[in-house]
């Protein structure tokens, strides 16, 4: 099983816990064969997902998008675990842009779209801010009838 993730950056704390053990949860209900899981590697979800997804044993397929996104876009004090995540995954892809921006994340949502058999969205139900984003990805993997999961556990939280 081929499953992509998107989900937002900005979770409170005690968010990343419900979020780590719902993802943990839905993969235990698709865990049948091979486990690959593509992420973008963003902060928040996107790391979460990546982590469960080693944890369970399966192979971590990273889609970086653009050349300067671990210096340009990923914090100080998330750098460490970006790292090792990416020396961790399977398969490393990049995206053919220099610098980050909407369309390079557009990009990179386009290219795990099309190698997913599901995505997990941890998506608290909000409209697209932009090109890119958790609710564009949610909506471009609908028109593509991609099943979605949505991951947004009772009492989850973004900060503002």
Known sequence: ???GITGHMNLCPATVDLVRAGIGDALAAHRDGDLVGFSCL???ADMIFAQVVI???GRLAAVVSSADYRDAKVD????PTYDRLLS???EVTVMPFETGG???YAAANEYMLASIDRLYA???GRPAAGKGGT???VSRAQSREIPVTIIWPAGAERMS
Do not use: K, N
């Open 42 to 44: 963003a902060a928040g």
């Open 76 to 79: 100080l004090e998330d750098q």
């Open 88 to 90: 961790q995954a399977a």
């Open 135 to 137: 609710a564009d990805a």
């Open 102 to 104: 909407r369309e390079a």
């Open 122 to 124: 941890v998506w608290d």
């Open 1 to 3: 099983m081929r499953i």
């Open 55 to 57: 944890a369970a044993g």
